[in-house]
């Protein structure tokens, strides 16, 4: 099957720092990829839409200029963290669709990221 | 409004035992859906879809699925449970593709 894979699965960083998190697909073309969210033993939360060439679509409550995201080909998105606090320390994952991203097929994931703030 | 449901937060079940892990939908027209399962500190994994055919879905690992469309239903199964099942579950509508439409989760614990 398709393979999505993101880079790094943990990341510690300082307060005040940026992170980068890499989300790849592998052997397929993924003109939408997705940015998720997940707290301890909850559901994942869309963070936004990352469209190949154009701008990110975010969801309701998500601050655009906290979690930049660049689609800039169709293999690969990424998800800037710009000065991390605690609270950001989460899961993130990122998936992707083949074939367009249409509803009736699967979605792959990443592996996920650990970000932990200190 | 959220279109999937996961009615439970924690199944617990015996090896050996058979499983249930429940979701229900909200979907007008025809729903596509979708279970992942996702293990600790791993990104979700696609367990099985139905789309349309056949009600009775079977997926990886010994899974299977029936969509019921009078109880708008599309609960995950498995005759017997192993404890390596032991996970999170995620139920998922796709027709909004990609959107936020994942239940809540279902935690698995399978005791020896």
């Known amino acids: 099957g398709a393979v999505v894979s993101q880079h790094p699965s943990r990341v510690i960083c300082k307060s005040g720092t940026s992170v980068k998190i890499e989300c790849r697909s592998l052997?397929?073309?993924?003109?939408?990829m997705f940015w998720y969210r997940q707290f301890p033993k909850q559901s994942l939360m869309l963070m936004a839409t990352?469209?190949?060439?154009?701008?990110?679509?975010?969801e309701q409550g998500v601050e655009k200029d906290k979690f930049l995201i660049n689609h800039a080909s169709l293999t690969l998105s990424t998800l800037t963290v710009t000065s991390a606090h605690p609270e950001d320390s989460s899961f993130y994952i990122c998936?992707?669709?083949?074939?367009?991203?249409?509803?009736?097929?699967?979605?792959?994931f990443g592996q996920g990221t650990r970000l932990t703030v200190v | 409004a959220q279109s999937v449901a996961q009615p439970e937060d924690q199944v617990n079940v015996a090896e050996g035992n058979p499983l249930t892990v429940k979701c229900t939908y909200s979907?007008?027209?025809?729903?596509?859906l979708f279970w992942y399962v996702q293990y600790p500190n791993r990104g979700l994994q696609f367990l099985l879809k139905?789309?349309?055919?056949?009600?009775l879905v079977k997926g990886s690992y010994g899974f299977e699925a029936e969509f019921n469309k009078s109880q708008t239903s599309f609960h995950l199964k498995k005759p017997s449970a192993l404890v390596s099942d032991s996970a999170l579950y995620f139920c998922?509508?796709?027709?909004?593709?990609?959107?936020?439409?994942f239940g809540d989760g279902t935690t698995l614990t399978v005791k020896p």
């Open positions: 990352s469209n190949e060439g154009s701008k990110a679509t975010y």
């Open positions: 998936s992707a669709r083949d074939r367009g991203g249409q509803g009736h097929t699967e979605a792959f």
């Open positions: 998922h509508e796709g027709t909004n593709a990609g959107k936020s439409t």
């Open positions: 979907v007008s027209g025809n729903p596509y």
């Open positions: 052997d397929f073309q993924a003109t939408t």
């Open positions: 139905y789309i349309t055919g056949d009600n």
